[in-house]
């Protein structure tokens, strides 16, 4: 009479050390569930320290407990341990080609349902159940179906290696404890598992506290997510009304020019037309006179003449036509050459704040990046060279600027430059009307006793002759002083002096997210004269200084 399978999960019944079917089952005070032989020989390798624990739970024991058979949960093992009768088996119990085949089964073999590691063979339910119902297959050692069944038995002595050398890190057989592995550190294969076991146990709580410390790190992450999204999603909304607030200011200016336009259009031509009807009616009348006088100048009779002469001939006063050619003929051009100025201001403000804002949204960085390697080579230094030229508003009176404002020398009388709060009024300074973030690279030609080329912060102070506003004396800007025979570094009014080759051409590297600035000697060969490495915590403009009326710079053009 077929019967079902025993509904019981099976692997509820497994000991966690050997993970087979309990033997022996014993319960230990924690309440966890052992082979009798597994928890000895874990307890085994405890007993130097005299503190017993759990491999599960990790409870610790002291004195060692005294184990004993759990009978009831034997009664029950057993009980799972004997196969069902069946009918005839399934179509599902024979093996296939991925699975076990029972060893001792003929003709179509039936899957397997454990192997044995003291028979070294598979057994399907029917011909395993010698193992469950004899005593002397007690002590063998039953596992889940497996193939790799031979890779257990020594290949030079042909027995089930049982045991494991600690010198060569291998499994052996007992002859091989006598033999080539004798005098080696050899334990039984079951105490090396309890072992190996100790410390699966210890690399997966280590595990778990990664995981659990990585859980943390992403729901963190998320929130910075969650952050980045929100701010970004706001710094969108409010920008986009402040640049409609912009949009609407510049139509409204638009649209009120174009009103005062039309109006003063209006007027003008009003004017004009009022002269224009004048003028019209006068010709209209001299037109009437000149007829009146033909006629008169036709009539024969002298008294009749010198009667009508009178009345004739007197002309009315002439309308003054003497505004018309006052000025030339521009009308509204000064208006659009007003609003082109404006035009063209507005782009100088914002090319130069516009580095500002870029570089405020990329300088948001939430996590360090690595900082791209430094360039090696000019070839690859040229890679970020770009045009830089000089702000006449923050040039010095005795500067002069040339070259498409790329380069400056100082002359012996006052420049006519108008005032301007950016122009440096102590000493003989100018700073380019870029600002330079990201990675920059320039070079600078120098003539002349001292110059010192220069990186500062815009807000340097301007008026003066203080240390405050004078390139490298201060906190807030970065001065290579190039001699005739010598260079020195100043930040801070604190001088490094530089030794490296003479060149009167000066490269310069700005990598302002690494916070890096490099100053090279640059001849056929580029060196290394300085390097700074600190945080810039505003955009920075390139600049010169001189000491004397021979003194020139130029940037280079490397493009």
Known sequence: MAQKGNPLDLNKFCCSICLDLLKDPVTIPCGHSYCMNCIKFHWDGEDEKKIYSCPQCRTEFKPRPVLMKNTMLADVLEQLKRPRLQAAPADHCYAGPEDVACDFCTGRKLKAVKSCLMCLVS???????PHYESDKFKKHKLVEPSEKLQENICSRH????????RTDQQCICYLCSVD???GHDTVSAAAERTERQRELELSRQQIQQRIQDRDKDVKLLQQEVEAINGSADKAVEDTEKIFTQLIRLMERRRSDVKQQIRSQQETEVSRVKELQEKLEQEITELKRKDAELKLLSHTEDHTQFLHNYPSVSALSEATDSSSINIRPLRYFEDVTAAVSELRDQLQ???TQKWTNVSLTVTEVDVLLSEPEPEPKSRTEFLRYSQEITLDPNTAHRRLLLAEGNRKAAVMREDQSYFKHPDRFT????????ESLTGRFYWEVEWRGGRVSV???????SRAGSSNECLFGQNDKSWALECNENSYYFWFNSFQTSVSGPRSSRVGVYLDHRAGILSFYSVSETMTLLHRVQTTFTQPLHAGFWFSSSRDTAEFCKLK
């Open 123 to 129: 057994y399907c339910e029917k011909h395993l159940r």
């Open 180 to 182: 080539e592995h004798k």
């Open 348 to 350: 100088d403000v914002l």
């Open 454 to 460: 220069a990186v500062a912060y815009k807000n340097i």
């Open 426 to 433: 102590g000493w003989c300074q100018v700073l380019s009307r």
């Open 158 to 165: 042909g027995e089930v290696m049982k045991m494991f050398c």
